[in-house]
């Protein structure tokens, strides 16, 4: 590939964010404001995404990453974390899925993709954002912002083996524990041939904790001619507003803030489409609770791995509220399926118009 420029970190400051909002995407006139449901491994999964999906308000999602080393996967592999695969590669309710894919080998990446759409997927996204120590350490995630030069390969690799129909996508952060390279990594995966980008607006050893350098999305948006989501920190609608303010894009994705608050999405889209909406209350969260525990126990080895996903998922949800908070505390310590069920159907019903605060 030709060298790729070198960019400083001050690219665009000249510009002031909070006046490069644009109506529409570049490029991308006529299209809406999307919204997208992030993949986050062993917590959305496709019953999570069954769920989520159903409220309302979400565009399009992407399922957990599935790791690929030097082997072409069995199709097994695909369905077990894209089940959806076998309904059209949506969920239940309509909603588009697109198929992620993790590693550094850049031709078996490429020729995972290429079965991944003869078994329906949409889009091929690309993870190049993954934080975990043991994702990272087995050269895989956001380790690969080290080597733009990589994620170009990667990119351009894929996007001359799957059919030219289907979208190359890709996810990144800031970098791995600078931002030195944020620029010219975007570049790369844009230049490589991926049709939209989701920055998540921190880097590698940023993790998870606060706060989200939307301004860098900015920055990237300026660089790139691809649309670019604008992903991190955004846990209400008022997080919404500033990042689209400080970032000047309008996609978006959503990753905690919609765990913890099932109904963001639709909240967002209402704002945007001009309606007005009221939040969820309890007395609708609960019977997706149930419903929720009810899918996990219908899967296999369920004994096993139901109770930790349903207090994984109060824990978050307890973040809105308070119910949830109280309903975990009564369960951390069960690992009886019978015994959650039982004490799943003695919480009260809630009053219809308890909302989230």
Known sequence: MPPLPRLTRGIACAIPYHSRLRG????????????????????????????????????WCVAEFIRINQHLLPPASFYKLAPELKAGSKTPSGTPMRVQLLGSDTQCIADNAALACTLGAPVIDLNFGCPAKTVNQSRGGAVLLKEPELLHDIVRTVRRTIPPKIPVTAKMRLGFDNTDNALVCAQALADGGAASLVVHARTKTDGYQPPAYWEWIARIDDVVDVPVYANGE????????????????????L??????????????????????????????????????????????????????MLKQWLVWVGRSYGEAQRLFVDVRTLTDCDRITERLAAEPEPASDAIAS
């Open 24 to 59: 529409s995407r570049r490029g991308h006139a006529a299209d809406a404001m999307q919204i997208a449901l992030a993949p986050m491994e062993g917590l959305v999964d496709d019953v999570l995404r069954t769920l989520l999906t159903e409220i309302g308000g979400i565009d």
């Open 234 to 253: 955004i846990w209400s609608v008022a997080d919404w507003r500033r990042c689209r303010a400080i970032s000047g894009v309008d996609d978006v994705m």
């Open 255 to 308: 990753g905690r803030g919609v765990i913890a608050r099932p109904d963001l999405a639709r909240q967002i889209a209402a704002v945007r489409d001009g309606r007005d909406i009221a939040p969820m209350g309890w007395a609708e969260v609960l019977p997706m609770v149930r419903r929720y525990w009810a899918m996990q126990c219908d899967k296999p080895l369920s004994a096993k791995y139901a109770p930790g």
